[in-house]
Nanobody, 122 residues
């Protein structure tokens, strides 16, 4: 599975951006997807994710009501719509996918995109 993010950039506080993550390769093995971010000097943290086979979503408290995760299954693409951006949202945003498959036993592989920089100026 390969993941390619796009859509990052520089935006003023209060503005919006939409990130995209295009998945390719053995996408039929993907069981869940999500977005993470890592700010300078901080650990990578979960931003938003699909859960329970894409039936539900989960958001970090800091982005609830401002960010929306969605996907286009036909295009194997996941999105993150980010509204009302704040300077503290500045980080590298990573697409994440987990692939579940059976070879003698159930196995899970985790994939990451290369990341896309989001910078929010005050």
């Amino acid at each position: 599975v390969q993941l390619l993010e796009s859509g990052g950039g520089l935006v003023q506080a209060g503005g919006s951006l939409r990130l995209s993550c295009a998945a390719s390769g053995s996408t039929f093995t993907i069981s869940s997807m999500g977005w993470y971010r890592q700010a300078p000097g901080k650990q990578r943290e979960l931003v938003a994710q699909f859960t329970e086979g894409y039936e539900n979503t989960n958001y970090a408290d800091s982005v609830k009501g401002r960010f929306t995760i969605s996907r286009d299954n036909t295009e194997n693409t996941m999105y993150l719509q980010m509204n009302s951006l704040k300077p503290e949202d500045t980080a590298v945003y990573y697409c994440n996918a987990r692939a579940l498959y059976y070879v003698d036993l159930w196995r899970e592989d985790v994939y990451w995109g290369q990341g896309t920089q989001v910078t929010v100026s005050s």
